[in-house]
Nanobody
Framework: QVQFVESGGGLVQAGGSLILSCAAS?????MGWYRQAPGKQRDLVAH???????LYADSVKGRFTISRDNTKNTVYLQMNSLKPEDTAVYYC?????????WGQGTQVTVSS
């Protein structure tokens, strides 16, 4: 089965930026970035089709940009103007997600 490896998280001050990467073990179709804050459910942040059509959650519109490099089987999430409420573990998966494909995620912490 396909495997996803997320990277790029870290600690950043409010207003800062991070770029997350998701490396897939094989070619994929529509991919999504998801996040889960402590005590909350995992939510969709953005998704992108193989042809680069995108959709964003209202909470990140205008601040986050999802992109992909199909030659590298990699999906990216550029996060700008980060807010403390963006603090979460970020995951990538197919869209819609497949339960067996969740990886370890990457922690993003935004300090105020």
């Amino acid at each position: 089965q396909v495997q996803f490896v997320e990277s790029g998280g870290g600690l950043v001050q409010a207003g800062g930026s991070l770029i997350l990467s998701c490396a897939a073990s094989e070619s994929t179709s529509t991919m999504g970035w998801y996040r889960q804050a402590p005590g909350k459910q995992r939510d969709l942040v953005a998704h992108i089709t193989r042809g680069a059509n995108t959709l964003y959650a209202d909470s990140v519109k205008g601040r986050f940009t999802i992109s992909r490099d199909n030659t590298k089987n990699t999906v990216y999430l550029q996060m700008n103007s980060l807010k403390p409420e963006d603090t979460a573990v970020y995951y990538c998966n197919r869209f819609p997600p497949v339960s067996n494909y969740w990886g370890q995620g990457t922690q993003v912490t935004v300090s105020s």
